[in-house]
T-cell receptor
């Protein structure tokens, strides 16, 4: 079955540590995205990538970093510079601009 | 800049009743419009999409939405709600030109509660 996988489902981190969230897709989609979701805030775009080896900042990129070395993978690193990292993180992918985005199951990150 | 407003934070309906969730958008060109549904702790599932053509769009699970350009609205409807429809619903707008193609702007969501 084609889809998007995110791991782990739950992640705990101590303050001051960097942590990397995994996102893999086997849909052969060119574009991939990372969103952050907070209660009552909807989804906010962190980073997106249209093609391999290229990515752009979204609306709330500060304290985050990404890489896109393979078409299937778009890992997100939450750095210690992110002041309030506790949130639900969603990865998505799409083929082209005229197709909708499909979402993974999400990773809930909690900073202890 | 594009934006989406979902005026209702929380709606409660009885099972079997009709449902309408409101969505208003702001976008300077022809928008792409979407409705997604999210169950607690899960990812988002696409219900339906509007790109062009017929302004009444049919989706999965018996949902439909109507695009009204004059009102900048894309309201979601269902004639008879089932208990399993209880979830959070998100409206999103995307661009039809340039880099904004790849960027969706989401509303803050409407939480639907279904009473038996």
């Amino acid at each position: 079955d084609g889809g998007i996988t995110q791991s782990p489902k739950y992640l705990f981190r101590k303050e001051g540590q960097n942590v990397t969230l995994s996102c893999e897709q086997n849909l052969n989609h060119d574009a991939m995205y990372w969103y952050r979701q907070d209660p009552g805030q909807g989804l906010r775009l962190i980073y997106y990538s249209q093609i391999v080896n290229d990515f752009q900042k979204g609306d709330i990129a500060e304290g985050y970093s990404v890489s896109r070395e393979k078409k299937e993978s778009f890992p997100l690193t939450v750095t210690s510079a992110q002041k309030n990292p506790t949130a639900f993180y969603l990865c998505a992918s799409s083929t082209t601009s005229e197709q909708p985005q499909f979402f993974g199951p999400g990773t809930r990150l909690t900073v202890l | 800049a594009q934006s989406v407003t979902q005026p209702d934070i929380h709606i409660t309906v009885s099972e079997g009743a009709s449902l309408e969730l409101r969505c208003n958008y702001s976008y300077g060109a022809t928008p792409y419009l979407f409705w997604y549904v999210q169950s607690p702790g899960q990812g988002l599932q696409l219900l339906l999409k509007y790109f062009s053509g017929d302004t009444l769009v049919q989706g999965i699970k018996g949902f439909e939405a109507e695009f009204k350009r004059s009102q900048s609205s894309f309201n979601l409807r269902k004639p008879s709600v089932h208990w399993s429809d209880a979830a959070e619903y998100f409206c999103a707008v995307g661009g039809s030109s340039g880099c904004s193609n790849y960027k969706l702007t989401f509303g803050k969501g409407t939480l639907l509660t279904v009473n038996p």
